[in-house]
């Protein structure tokens, strides 16, 4: 696949943030659910509804977030086979979740970016 603009790596690596940070809330959101649920209704059968409707939930987080596509390269950004791995590099060619961002932009070992025509 062709080396995207600059631009379009960027709004692909928002997208991609986006669904990490959903992908987070949603994980750390577990220990206080089940908590609450159990403080407030003292009840397995309670407790066990809200665990299956958080897997449901923590599902449909993590397929998006596995396969996005890297904006530079058009692969898998957290596949590379069959397990994914959620790294902050894409595992194809190395772009950084944050590359579009100026900190990250010029750290040595990121290949540069393709300016806009």
Partial sequence: MAVGKFSDIGIGL???????????LITLSYAPQMWLTLKLTHSNRALGAVFVIWVAFLCYAVLPVAFSLCPR?????HMKGLMPLYLRRCLHCGLHIC???????????????????
């Fill in 73 to 77: 390269c058009g692969n898998y950004f």
């Fill in 99 to 117: 590359a579009d961002k100026r900190e990250h932009r010029e750290r040595p070992g990121d290949p540069p970016p393709v300016d806009p025509e």
């Fill in 14 to 24: 928002r997208k991609i943030r986006r669904r990490r940070w959903v992908l987070w």
